[in-house]
């Protein structure tokens, strides 16, 4: 009785976490809260409102979801809800904290925004930039920066390193922690 009950409640577990992933992939798919993100470019642009067909158009990076703070690897040909299903979802960027400054003062913390989302890429693929994670979070916190002002990018990696990087740094995150200390 107790080896029943042990291997339905396990059933239950995995079912309702195929379920909640499920769930996650249908919310994403069927919002009206798509964006796509551009190289070298951090504005998030409405997914419905962006001709990527035309020849001079640029080529999306990213996928974004505003509603379940999802970052979606982009490849041509292939839609954001077929790369959901064949991509590794990561949870934890590799950065323990980010936030925006000015000068010694944290202007925006974006600890809690970074550790809100989920990245759907190839493993071989690289992460989103900082660029792309700050025109997310404006989107999301509807704050737009006065690019004017001389903000600067915080990060803390794993191993404890303190990077401060220009605002809008389109190298993609994982390369800049792994790569030189930059002051």
């Not at 379920?19 to 951090?42: C, G, H, R, T």
């Not at 990561?90 to 980010?98: E, N």
């Amino acid at each position: 009785m107790l080896r029943l009950y042990s291997r339905l409640s396990k059933g239950y577990d995995v079912l309702k976490d195929k379920f909640s992933q499920l769930y996650e992939k249908a919310v994403f798919i069927f919002s009206d809260k798509l964006y796509l993100l551009f190289e070298n470019n951090p504005t998030p642009y409405l997914r419905s409102s962006v001709n990527t067909g035309a020849i001079s158009s640029a080529l999306p990076q990213w996928y974004f979801n505003q509603d379940t703070k999802s970052f979606i690897y982009w490849k041509v040909g292939e839609s954001p809800e077929k790369s959901m299903y064949d991509y590794l979802a990561y949870t934890q960027l590799p950065v323990l904290s980010m936030a925006i400054t000015k000068g010694d003062e944290c202007v925006h913390d974006l600890d809690d925004f970074i550790n809100s989302l989920t990245v759907y890429k190839p493993e071989d693929a690289d992460f989103p930039s900082t660029a792309h994670l700050i025109g997310a979070w404006s989107l999301s916190s509807k704050i737009v920066l006065d690019t004017t002002r001389d903000y600067k990018v915080s990060l803390l990696t794993d191993a404890a390193d303190s990077i401060s990087l220009p605002l809008y740094t389109y190298e993609a995150l994982d390369t800049l922690v792994k790569g030189p200390k930059i002051e």
